[in-house]
């Protein structure tokens, strides 16, 4: 699998640059850019930390989120 990615040229490169430029645009790219490095540094922080210390694992609440119901304020 990793022998795919050893013979990215620079033609190819350049070839994947563009048809994103085409399909997103010059003022969307930079946008996506900034996302895809946010999102992987949070994927990377995660992987560091580990589970989440915040909501303990036997809290008792086994009731997706979805189906929770809420009190009318």
Do not use: H, W, Y
């Amino acid at each position: 699998m990793l022998a795919i990615f050893q013979q990215i040229g620079l033609p190819e490169i350049l070839l994947i640059l563009a048809v994103l430029l085409f399909l997103f645009g010059a003022r969307k790219l930079p946008e996506l850019a900034r996302s895809l490095g946010k999102s992987t540094k949070e994927f990377k922080q995660g992987m560091r930390d580990g589970p989440d210390e915040e909501t303990p694992a036997g809290d008792g609440d086994d009731q997706p989120r979805a189906q929770r119901t809420t009190t009318p304020e």
